[in-house]
């Protein structure tokens, strides 16, 4: 019978260590997990963006207004040529000096005071780059690849109760070379 006591302890010493073992593991797999997906720290850039970009052809901004209707609704449009001068910060922040040249405008209010040229912080994360104004807001959702960045150009001015903004995916910009 003592040997029998053996035996069920020695089992019992076995499951604890069992437990234990696969406890550990599973937390050891949640840190990894957790942090590959639901991290907030950036991802590295996938490419290195310093240098020159333009548009190869004019790009459409729209106005909008919110004074009437508390909904911002388009009512002028231009034309820009714009340039962006990208400068490297770190691995994951970017200068960016934009300026444009302005034609074709449509119902534009004279109230509307776009500056070129105008610096932004751009955040990368991938091939993602999120274009942040001076106040830190969000002006712009981008991808990019070696020589193309694409994305939705959108920055509001509250003060005046306007918009200007691109079509969703509508600002093209070519590295120059």
């Not at 790009?59 to 009437?68: F, G, L, R, S, W």
């Not at 009512?75 to 074709?104: K, L, P, Y």
Request: negative net charge; charged residues 15%; proline residues 2%.
């Amino acid at each position: 019978m003592e040997r029998n006591m053996n035996q069920k302890g020695m089992s019992l010493t076995a499951l604890v260590a069992l437990i234990i073992g696969a406890t550990t593991a599973g937390a050891a797999s949640y840190i990894v997990i957790h942090h590959a997906f639901f991290s907030e720290s950036p991802l590295s850039s996938a490419r290195n963006l310093a240098g020159t970009w333009n548009t190869n052809f004019p790009t459409k901004y729209y106005c909008a207004t919110n004074e009437d209707t508390g909904t911002f609704e388009d009512f002028g449009s231009e034309d820009r040529q714009v340039t962006w001068v990208i400068t490297e910060v770190d691995a994951n922040t970017v200068n960016i000096n934009q300026s444009f040249t302005e034609s074709n405008l449509q119902g534009w209010d004279p109230k509307v005071v776009d500056i070129s040229p105008t610096g932004y912080t751009g955040i990368i994360s991938s091939s993602s780059l999120t274009v942040r104004d001076y106040r830190g807001e969000v002006v712009g959702y981008f991808s990019f690849t070696t020589d193309i960045i694409t994305g939705t150009w959108s920055d509001t001015w509250l003060l005046f109760n306007h918009n200007v903004h691109t079509a969703v995916g509508g600002l093209t910009l070519t590295r120059q070379h």
